[in-house]
């Protein structure tokens, strides 16, 4: 990897585990028609989606870069492996995975996380779901949590009105290329009027080297019902460019609510460069919360299109930049109907000369008289090593009978509290984390027990030779 590119990473533990690079099948290099013929061959996909990569691709090779945020000069799509098949074929027992597949799992906690908290799994290796299990009581609710591929065959016509909808591809450069290659990802669909009182989670490990992981998420909840999905992200450490390029298309109908967590623990060598978008109808409601950690550039703004009336969005994530990282986050709202609500919680740290940046839209259309925002961002840097915190909101507002409020504060760790917890016995560096930690909590405390212990390791992570 060039200097250009190159990140100092720290020990990782289990998420820099790697396993053998071995698959099934792999494609060549590069974006091209051969390519994405054959990642439509290879899961038997009608003609109208194949139409829509094509598409996609030609979408891409339009479109340049975009001329704002992070340098993307180092992803270069033609040194890229786009399609990686593991030896492995899906099942719904863990024990029925190839060892060293397994055995990455039950590393990273997915197989207890199912039986202590989870209500459904899917778990994803490179560009394939190897895995997919959901609880008996919830099939018989009609609630439907299934790989991509397989919703082909059971909801086609649902499938085909809405993919693409809530993220178009010619929104960017690397939206274009998800829908030209996009593999693996889960479909969910829960029915009217029913409540999934436990979490579900899709969990995408990236293994492969010089790869690109392009899973697609979709998930449609009905009028009056409720879903708590949880999104797991994490891959080894290697010394050249992957990049993850997924989707995340929402779909919260009518007195529907949907909350998506996720929890991002990217090597430092990815370019995180997601898109996720959420389309809510009149009383829908969809809660945002976010953590991004690891990366060595991440570009992510989850965004919600409120066009019913009384249409909620809420946003909580938290972003945490360490030497040689770049983590471009935020939120978009489009207030598209009368007397919708959004609030945004941003907070994120930043050290060793770490980038920290939120970037975030509210737009009130000429039809949104009577909504409200709120946006409050919150920045901590611990060190005064050339770290970087920016907040950059954007506001669009085309009525007048709006209500739109915005806080930024950007801080150090107070000394005064520092020398008050050195008072009661702590060393300065537990003393300094336990600060970093209250300045996460509000996050953390919107996660389940499990995910809220994974966030804070994962500071504890990141705070590795910062103190001092």
């Known amino acids: 990897m060039s200097k250009k590119t190159y990140v100092e990473d720290i020990d990782r ?35 109208w989606m194949l139409k829509k990569r094509l598409e996609a691709m030609r979408i891409f090779y339009e479109l340049d870069n975009p001329s704002w945020g992070p340098d ?14 593991p030896k492995a074929r899906e099942v719904n027992q863990w024990d029925n995975l190839p060892d060293n597949i397994k055995q990455t799992f039950y590393d990273l906690g997915i197989p207890q996380a199912e039986i202590d908290a989870l209500a459904g799994v899917a778990a994803q290796y490179d560009s394939e779901v190897v895995y997919s299990n959901v609880k008996k009581y919830l099939k018989e609710l009609g609630v439907v949590y299934i790989t991509m591929e397989e919703a082909y065959e059971s909801h086609e016509d649902l499938l085909k009105e809405w993919f693409g ?3 178009n591809p010619s929104m960017h450069k690397y939206a274009a290329l998800h829908y030209a290659v996009w593999s693996g990802g889960s479909f969910v669909y829960v029915p009217k009027g029913v409540h999934v009182d436990i979490p579900i989670q899709s969990y995408f490990r990236f293994n492969a080297p010089g790869a690109g992981q392009f899973e697609h998420t979709f998930i ?33 109908k009518e007195k529907a609510k949907l909350r998506y967590s996720t929890i991002e623990n990217w090597s430092k060598n990815m370019y995180n460069l997601n898109t996720k978008s959420a389309i809510v109808w009149e009383e829908g409601h969809i809660e945002w919360v976010s953590g991004s950690f690891g990366s060595a550039v991440s570009m992510l703004y989850p965004s919600s299109i409120l066009i019913g009336e009384n249409a909620k ?18 939120t978009k709202v489009v207030h598209a109907a009368p007397n919708t ?9 930043s050290k060793s000369g770490g980038e920290a940046i939120y970037r975030g839209l509210v737009h009130f259309k000429e039809n949104a008289a ?19 915190s920016d907040t950059i909101p954007v ?15 950007i801080g150090r760790i107070d000394d005064s509290k520092i020398f008050y917890l050195m008072s009661r016995g702590l060393s300065e560096e537990d003393a300094k984390a336990m600060l970093v930690r209250g300045f996460a909590e509000p996050i953390a405390k919107e996660l389940p027990l499990e995910y809220a212990v994974e966030m804070n390791n994962l500071i504890s992570l990141e705070l590795i030779g910062s103190i001092g």
């Open 395 to 409: 506001m669009i507002i085309e009525n007048d009978d709006v209500d739109l409020g915005h806080e930024a504060k």
């Open 341 to 349: 609500y959004s609030t945004v919680n941003s907070r994120s740290i």
């Open 13 to 47: 533990g289990i998420y820099d585990r790697k396993n053998d690079f071995e698959y099934d099948k792999i494609s060549s290099k590069g974006l091209i028609e051969e390519v994405v013929r054959q990642i439509s061959a290879e899961k038997n996909e009608p003609e």
């Open 220 to 252: 449609y909840v009905d009028e009056g019902a409720y879903v708590h999905y949880i999104e797991g992200c994490s891959a080894p450490k290697y010394n050249v460019v992957n990049v993850h390029a997924g989707a995340v298309e929402l779909f919260v």
């Open 72 to 85: 993307l000069s180092a992803v270069d799509v033609d040194e890229l492996t786009l399609y990686v098949k």
């Open 313 to 330: 969005s809420d946003y909580t994530g938290i972003t945490f930049a360490n030497d040689g990282q770049i983590l471009d986050t935020g």
């Open 370 to 388: 009577g909504s409200k925002s709120n946006v409050n961002c919150e920045s901590l840097m611990l060190d005064n090593q050339g770290s970087v």
């Open 165 to 167: 909808k809530a993220i």
